[in-house]
C-alpha cells in the first residue's frame, strides 16, 4: 500500500463529508502548534505567468503532531470566470512524514474555502464576544457562505445581514442562511447597514492593493469583531485607526505583503498572532467594548492539518481512485 | 477537457518513451530561455520531517517559450532504502500558463533521473572536447546510468571505466553499456583507474557536506571534463585547484548551499553559469589542456521543459488515467 496514492477529485473531497465543526477543531489545535513553533512552514514561493494579477503558488508545511506533510500548489487566475474557469484551481499533495512517500493527491478548492472559514471562526473564538447573535456580511460569495457557516458553529447566531454588489450573490447566501442554517437573514442594500449594529462582521470581497475603503469610521460598533478575509480592502484610513485589537494568523507572511506586496498600508501594528492567541500567550477580548479584528493571510499549515483527516474519511467511504505510484 | 487532468504513473512515464536525445535538446532549450532571462524559477522551499537529512521540496518554475508551468514535488529519505523504498520519490504537477489549471500530475523519479543527466550532457557539449571517446563513472547508480547515457547521445564514446565500491551496481553498469550502448565497459578496482586517462569523467556517488575528496591533484588529465553529479563529494582541495573552468547550472542556488548549506567550501569561484554558456555570453572549452568541470544542482526548469514533451507522448500513446478535477 505504501506505493498507492488517492486521488480524490473536488467532489470526491466534499463527498468525504468533513463538517466544518471538526474543521474548525483540527485547524485551531493546528495554531496550537504553530503558537508552540512545532510547525514548519516555509515562504509560498510562486510563478506567475501572463500579464496581472496571475499566480501559482507553492504551499508546503509539515505538522508533526499530526503526522501531516505536503503541500497545497494553488493557482489564482482573476480572468478565469470570463472564461468559464474558477479564480482558484489547485491540487494538495500529502505525505507520509516517516518516508517522504505521496500519500494522496486531492483538489485544494473546497479545502481552502473550509479552512479559511475555519481560522476566521478561530480567530472569533478568541477576540469575539460569545454571545455574538447578529453577523454582517460583505459580498456573499464563497467566503461569505463558508465564513457564516463557520461562525454559525460557534456562536449563537441568529441574524445575518447581507450585502453584495450582485443580487445573485446575495439571494444565494440568504437562501444558504435561511433554509440550511435556519438563520434570519436580511439582505441590506448598503454597506453601513451590513456592518453597524452587528457583533461579528466578515468582509470577504475581493482582495485588493488599493483598498475601495468603502467602511468608514464608527461604522464597526464598538465590542464588535471582523474578520478582513479580503485583508484590509474594505476599510478606510480612519475605521483602521479605530481597532483596539489587530491581529493576523502569521505575522511573517504579514510583513511580507507589507513590506514587498503593498498590502496592510494604513493598518495598525499587529497586536498578536492567532497561535499566541490559541496558546494564551497573548490575550484575546478582554473588554466588552473593544474592536477586535483579524487579518488572516491564508497559511500552508490549515491545508495539511483538515487534509489528513479527508484522507480518512475517504478511504473509510471508498471514494476516489487508487493510483500506482 | 479542461477540467480533467492526466495521472501518469512512474511506469506511464517511462513508457511515453521520451528518448535522451530529446531531452537533451528540451533542456538545453531551457538553459537558452535562463541564460536569456525568460524563466521564473523562485527559490525551493522545502520541508525536514523526522531527524538527519530527511528533506521534501517545492520546485516551481514557468517557462513561457515553452508553455510550461508547475512545480516538482520531491522528496529524499536517506532511510527509505533499508525498508525497501526508493531514496527519492516524488510528483510533479504540470499547468496550462494560461488558466493555471493542472493538466497532468505524474511521478517525478524517471524525469528526476534523465533531465539530471541531460545537464551534465548539456554542461559537456560545452566544456568537454568533442572527440571524447573514454569515460569514467565513479559510482554507478542511476545517474552513472543516465549520465551514460546521456554523454553518449553527444560523443563518440568507445570506452567505459567503471568504479564502484559495490560490485553489483558496477557490473550493473557494465552490462548496460555493452548490451544496451554497444560500450567496451571496464569494472576497474580502485578509483584513480577510472579518473586519468578519461575525457570525460562523472562522479555520481552520494552527496556529502563534509567531502570523502577520493580524487587527489593530478588524477584528472588536462583536457578532461567532469561531471560532479555528487557536488564536490569526491574532490580534494588540491584537485579542485587544478580546475581551470569551474561552472554550475544556477549561481544563486549555487551560492545558498555554498553559504548557508555548507557544500563547495573548497571550491574555486564560479566561472560561468550553463545559461551564460549556452547563450555564448560566456566561453566554453576555449584550449585542449583546460580541465573543466560542471558542479549542476538540478533545476526546477530542468523538469518543466521536460514535462510537457511526456505529456504530449503520453496522450498520443493513451496512457495514464484522466481524472475529474
Redesign the interface.
Known sequence: M?EQIL?L???DVADAGLTMDRIIDTVEKGFVEMGNGRV???????????EGD???H?M???I?AMKS???K?V???PG?PE?G?PYI???L?Y?D??????LS?M?CTWITAMRTAAASAVSAKYLARPESATIGILACGVQGHTNLEAMNVLFPLKKVLAFDTKKDQADALAEYGQKTLGLDVEIVSDPRSAVTGCDIVVTSGPILKVPHATIKKDWVDEGSFVSCVDFDSFFSRNALAQADKWTTDNLAQYNHYKDHVGFFIDCPDIYAELGELVTGRKKGRETQTERTFAANLGLAMEDMAVCPLIFDLAKDKHLG?W???
Chains 1, 2 share one sequence.
Open positions: 505504501t486521488y477529485s473536488q467532489k514548519e512552514m516555509p515562504p509560498k514561493p510562486g510563478v506567475h505567468p501572463g496571475n499566480f501559482i507553492a508546503p508545511a509539515y508533526p506533510c505536503g503541500v500548489w493557482s489564482g487566475y478565469n472564461k474557469l484551481n489547485g491540487l499533495i505525505n512524514p516517516d518516508t517522504g512517500m505521496p493527491v483538489d481512485t493510483l500506482a505510484l
